[in-house]
């Protein structure tokens, strides 16, 4: 059999929209603003097909004729967020995180400080499977924790993904990713056949919220953990920095940061320090 031709890249003469260098930067710069994504030159092709779709679904005919929308419709901003931003995520993503977990702040609140006050964020929740995650860790140690002072904010910039989230409802193949003393966590959904839902009492430790980390926080904490991982991947070092100092001041003494993989911390932030793979730990 012939090998196949390898496809040649887009070029802007193959594009079905007109896609100037100038349209890419001043999207490119959108972002950053509206989000701190800052957006490499190497996904010029993920931005035009990302957004191909709204030129579509608007009926407009060039990049630049969307570029003038976006500006004179705030409405169009959720919808370009949403379009760029990159949503992966999975249940029990980075396990070692919810052994941590479990072990430094499930298991001592079930054993010392049951009745009392503990708050998880997720912070770029993305369609909800970490905050889900988070919250099964907790009802399985802790049996009765909706009747507990035990809740989870869990925020992302993505509307579709807050919804999403909101809902509960995951694939039933999802079910692979989760270990399975957590599967009785899963119920058949009523409505779509091959879905599941995830279980009252689990969901129930949940509020999801839109949030742009970027933006003043709307809440005082302080967290007894925060989740933020594989959302730092897409901002720069100075937004990183400032986005770390911002979460140390929200974490109580004692409580933890648990980050991506791939964001280890350059530098020496004061009030924080490694604890674990990916995990830091607030000291002041
Ligand atoms: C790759 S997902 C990570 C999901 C989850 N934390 C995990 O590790 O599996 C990154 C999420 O960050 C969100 N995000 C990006 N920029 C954001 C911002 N400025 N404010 C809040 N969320 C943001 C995106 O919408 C996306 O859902």
Same mark, same amino acid.
């Given at each position: 059999?012939?090998?196949?031709?390898?496809?040649?890249?887009?070029?802007?003469?193959?594009?079905?929209?007109?896609?100037?260098?100038?349209?890419?930067?001043?999207?490119?710069?959108?972002?950053?603003?509206?989000?701190?994504?800052?957006?490499?030159?190497?996904?010029?092709?993920?931005?035009?097909?990302?957004?191909?779709?709204?030129?579509?679904?608007?009926?407009?005919?060039?990049?630049?004729?969307?570029?003038?929308?976006?500006?004179?419709?705030?409405?169009?901003?959720?919808?370009?967020?949403?379009?760029?931003?990159?949503?992966?995520?999975?249940?029990?993503?980075?396990?070692?995180?919810?052994?941590?977990?479990?072990?430094?702040?499930?298991?001592?609140?079930?054993?010392?400080?049951?009745?009392?006050?503990?708050?998880?964020?997720?912070?770029?929740?993305?369609?909800?499977?970490?905050?889900?995650?988070?919250?099964?860790?907790?009802?399985?140690?802790?049996?009765?924790?909706?009747?507990?002072?035990?809740?989870?904010? %869990? =925020?992302?910039? @993505?509307?579709?993904? #807050? $919804? *999403?989230?909101? !809902?509960?409802?995951?694939?039933?193949?999802? /079910?692979?990713?989760?270990?399975?003393?957590?599967?009785?966590?899963?119920?058949?959904? %009523? =409505?779509?056949? @091959?879905?599941?839902? #995830? $279980? *009252?009492?689990? !969901?129930?430790?949940?509020?999801?919220?839109? /949030?742009?980390?970027?933006?003043?926080?709307?809440?005082?904490?302080?967290?007894?953990?925060?989740?933020?991982?594989?959302?730092?991947?897409?901002?720069?070092?100075?937004?990183?920095?400032?986005?770390?100092?911002?979460?140390?001041?929200?974490?109580?003494?004692?409580?933890?940061?648990?980050?991506?993989?791939?964001?280890?911390?350059?530098?020496?932030?004061?009030?924080?320090?490694?604890?674990?793979?990916?995990?830091?730990?607030?000291?002041?």
């Amino acid at each position: 059999m012939p090998a196949a031709l390898p496809l040649p890249a887009p070029n802007d003469a193959m594009r079905e929209f007109h896609f100037s260098d100038a349209d890419f930067r001043g999207l490119v710069e959108l972002a950053y603003q509206y989000a701190g994504i800052a957006l490499a030159d190497s996904k010029r092709n993920l931005v035009y097909s990302r957004l191909s779709r709204r030129l579509r679904a608007l009926g407009l005919r060039t990049f630049a004729e969307y570029r003038t929308y976006l500006d004179e419709t705030d409405a169009e901003r959720e919808n370009f967020i949403n379009a760029i931003s990159t949503n992966l995520t999975k249940f029990f993503r980075e396990s070692h995180h919810f052994d941590h977990f479990r072990d430094h702040v499930a298991v001592p609140y079930a054993r010392n400080k049951a009745g009392g006050r503990l708050r998880i964020w997720s912070a770029g929740c993305s369609s909800g499977e970490e905050p889900h995650t988070i919250a099964m860790v907790l009802k399985r140690e802790i049996r009765d924790v909706e009747r507990q002072d035990v809740r989870i904010l %869990a =925020t992302d910039i @993505d509307t579709e993904m #807050v $919804a *999403r989230g909101t !809902r509960g409802e995951y694939p039933s193949s999802s /079910l692979e990713e989760v270990p399975r003393p957590y599967h009785e966590y899963f119920e058949r959904s %009523a =409505t779509k056949a @091959d879905n599941l839902v #995830v $279980a *009252r009492a689990v !969901r129930s430790l949940i509020a999801f919220k839109r /949030l742009n980390l970027m933006e003043t926080w709307p809440f005082k904490g302080p967290f007894d953990a925060i989740f933020c991982r594989n959302v730092m991947i897409y901002f720069d070092a100075p937004t990183k920095a400032n986005l770390i100092d911002r979460f140390t001041a929200m974490i109580r003494p004692g409580g933890f940061l648990y980050i991506g993989h791939s964001e280890s911390l350059n530098g020496v932030h004061p009030g924080i320090s490694l604890v674990g793979r990916t995990i830091y730990r607030r000291t002041a």
